[in-house]
């Protein structure tokens, strides 16, 4: 490949393409004009291999096992900033000066109630409804109580949009878990950050005082900052595709919902800890792995695996550092699921099928055990991934919506069925 052309040859004609470079990364054929020029389509069902987009926002090396979110490690984010910073660099594209922030905080906090006439939205669920079914259903609500933030044209309403949904997002999910669990919602507080108000809505009761350990919501914290975005993976695409329509952010986000409850995607967590209680004792994990193996069997290790990270996924690491933080915080001294888990990891990893195909613990595969620590039922676990990665969602589509050379999303296809034939009435049909 010349520095900044491919050549494509088909039979006797060739044609020059151009190469884009990435600031790092894998540089990229641009093939916008191939099929004016060949009449051919390129066909990769799976996106494998292809790049929908231009982004400045989050880059994986899967080799190297980097997630970089604006450029900055997703370790050093994790260790020393919070999730609300966070929110504003994904947005931004800079970490937020001290008055930056000041600001940041003050605007989310004033933004995390909800339309009171909401709340009712809810008791037309059944009480026993997935808490994803109810978050789906209700984020795609927003857009018929918010209608001063729906035109995607205005800078303005897209601020106060993005605003909205990363401030109501804590309170939908909380009352999403209330509703759940039969007790009555908790208003937010604006004296609480951010996961502190999170886990306060979700816990406290009417009866008593509830307060907030710090150390737990710190974890939560750094448990948003892990989910909050991660390029261009399944929920986000369909957010992109959603809004390249100019569909309002708060439907985008709902399709987006909609996308992370599958147990290939976002509900791998919910998957994975009902796996290892599945699996239930070390002495089981042989015949999991035998079955993951197996090709006629279709069971995955849940937690295992990735379409990007053919290394450790560097946010599994930081997981599993909080869960033992949150285990011993809690005074937890032996949790089986977690021996399970720390024993499967172990063998998986030395396994010449997991090491042939490079499948490593994902974000998926600790996480569990520490939202079931933190109280959470398994059912809620898809919902707080859709609650942190909710700020991803809304910076990939506020991307999508400020590049100018921004078009609808319309994809082609190869066609393998009947070629064009005449009605045949239904006296003639065998
Ligand atoms: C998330 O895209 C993102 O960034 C997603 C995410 C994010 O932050 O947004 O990181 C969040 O979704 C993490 C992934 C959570 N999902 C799971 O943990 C579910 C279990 N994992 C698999 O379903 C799978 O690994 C995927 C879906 C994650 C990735 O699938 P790919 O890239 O399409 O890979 P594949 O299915 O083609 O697998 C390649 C090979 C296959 O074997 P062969 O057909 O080549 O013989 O690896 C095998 C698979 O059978 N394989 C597994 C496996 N995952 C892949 N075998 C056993 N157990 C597994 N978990």
Known sequence: MSDNTAKLTMGDKSWDLKVRPGSIGPDVVDIASLY????????????TSTASCESAITYIDGDEGTLLYRGYPIEQLAEHGDFLESCYLLLYGELPTKAQKDDFVHRVTYHTMIHEQMSRFFTGFRRDAHPMAIMVGTVGALSAFYHDSTDISDPHQRMVASLRMIA??????????KYHVGQPFVYPRNDL???????????????????????LARAMDRIFILH????????TS????????????FACIAAGIACLWGPAHGGANEAALNMLSEIGSVDRIPEYIARAKDKNDPFRLMGFGHRVYKNYDPRAR?????THEVLAELGIRDDPLL????????????????????????????SGIT?????????????????ARTVGWIAQWKEMVEDPSQKIGRPRQLYTGAAQRDYLPVSQRR
């Open 36 to 47: 004016a020029q060949t009449g051919c389509f390129t066909y990769d069902p799976g996106f």
């Open 318 to 322: 930081i997981m599993q550092k909080t």
């Open 228 to 235: 909050a975005d991660h390029e261009q993976n399944a929920s």
């Open 193 to 215: 950050d951010y996961a502190s108000n999170f886990l306060h809505m979700c816990f406290a009761v009417p009866c008593e005082e509830y307060k907030v350990n710090p150390v």
């Open 238 to 249: 369909t957010v992109r595709l959603a809004g390249s329509s100019g569909a309002n952010p």
């Open 371 to 387: 939202l079931r620590a933190l109280g959470f039922p398994t059912t809620m676990f898809t919902v707080l991934f859709a609650l």
């Open 339 to 366: 021996d399970v888990a720390m024993e499967l990891e172990k063998i998986a990893l030395n396994d010449e099928y997991f090491i042939e195909k490079k499948l490593y613990p994902n974000i998926d595969f600790y």
């Open 168 to 177: 109501k997002m804590p309170t939908i999910a909380a009352m999403a878990y």
